[in-house]
């Protein structure tokens, strides 16, 4: 995992490595990511809802963009690499 910006800054690191077995979608890799580091991370990803990722921010998984609605279907292995960057500055 890839992280740049506010997210980054969340984070406390521009990336770490998350073991996953078995299919993952891309949508539990950032629920884990929240649960690891907080409600801040959770506030900033997520809409209040808590079921889709916010749009402000842009999804790479091996490279490829996927956005917000697409989370949910995108199935990851060990060998992804998932970058997330924030796409609206303040």
Not at 15 to 31: A, H, N, R, T, V
Not at 66 to 89: F, M
């Amino acid at each position: 995992m890839q992280y740049f910006g506010v997210i980054q800054e969340i984070a406390g690191k521009r990336q770490e490595d998350f073991e996953i077995s078995g299919s993952c979608s891309l949508l539990s890799l950032l629920k884990l990511v929240t649960g690891k580091h907080g409600r801040s991370m959770e506030s900033y990803l997520f809409e209040p809802n808590l079921l889709t990722p916010r749009q402000i921010h842009l999804f790479l998984v091996n490279g490829k963009v996927r956005t917000a609605g697409q989370i949910s279907t995108v199935i990851l292995d060990n060998d992804s690499v998932v970058t997330i960057v924030p796409t609206q500055g303040g």
